[in-house]
């Protein structure tokens, strides 16, 4: 029973499509986050929502575009990829934004490969 | 804006040996976590702190909150072959911006 699921696994694609990454989390949380982890195996914040709203946007560029149709789904749909999106995205979700006691789950990552 | 640093980068170890890293901001930090990221897979939740001084043992992990919030470290002990892995610190800041802050990480290897 996978607690925070991602689809897909792995995505190649080539410069210039649009892609979507699908998020879901089965652990009644209402905050959902998604993370780039790059090269270097930094891991940086993107997008947070709660309850479906748009909680943190970090400086990310309009290419991206968070969509949360219910608090159990974060969906990351990217236009115009370019070589620079190459990384693995997280998902995360918490319980909620008490942020002082907010463990967060990640999901298990899709590696992005943009040719 | 705040930052973790993480240390150390790497780890090379023998197995049966203990473990140190630690982490320290400039800034205070509300409460730290530390994770660990197999190869693959997305990051774990080892250890969670929430008060300054405060001191958590997870069987062979002993993780501790500094006392000025601004550090922490992160123990293992007898490590296996099992423990390799990247262990990433990191922190809320000030501000209840609800942003976690991630340290470099530490990437580990045992040699059995």
């Known amino acids: 029973d996978t607690a925070v699921s991602q689809t897909p696994k792995y995505l190649v694609t080539q410069m210039g499509n649009d892609k979507s990454i699908k998020c879901e989390q089965n652990?009644?949380?209402?905050?959902m986050y998604w993370y780039k982890q790059d090269s270097k195996k930094f891991l940086k914040i993107m997008f947070s929502?709660?309850?479906?709203?748009?909680?943190i946007n970090e400086t990310v560029p309009n290419r991206f575009s968070p969509k949360s149709p219910d608090k159990a789904h974060l969906n990351l749909h990217i236009n115009s990829l370019e070589l620079g999106d190459s990384a693995v995205y997280f998902c995360a979700s918490s319980q909620d934004l008490a942020f002082s006691y907010n463990e967060q789950f990640f999901g298990p990552g899709t590696r992005l490969t943009v040719l | 804006g705040q930052q973790l640093n993480q240390s150390p980068q790497s780890m090379f170890i023998q197995e049966g040996e203990d473990v140190s890293m630690n982490c320290t901001s400039s800034?205070?930090?509300?409460?730290w976590l530390w994770y660990k990221q197999d190869p693959g897979e997305g990051p774990v939740l080892l250890i969670a702190?929430?008060?300054?001084?405060e001191l958590t043992s997870n069987g062979r992990l002993t993780a501790q909150f500094g006392i000025t919030r601004k550090d922490s470290f992160l123990n293992i002990s007898a490590s296996i072959p099992s423990d390799v892995g990247i262990y990433f610190c990191?922190?809320?800041?000030?501000?209840?911006?609800?942003?976690?802050?991630f340290g470099q990480g530490t990437t580990l290897q045992v040699k059995p």
């Open positions: 990191a922190g809320y800041g000030s501000g209840n911006t609800g942003k976690l802050i």
């Open positions: 702190l929430y008060k300054a001084g």
């Open positions: 929502y709660n309850n479906k709203e748009l909680i």
């Open positions: 800034s205070i930090f509300n409460t």
């Open positions: 652990l009644g949380h209402d905050t």
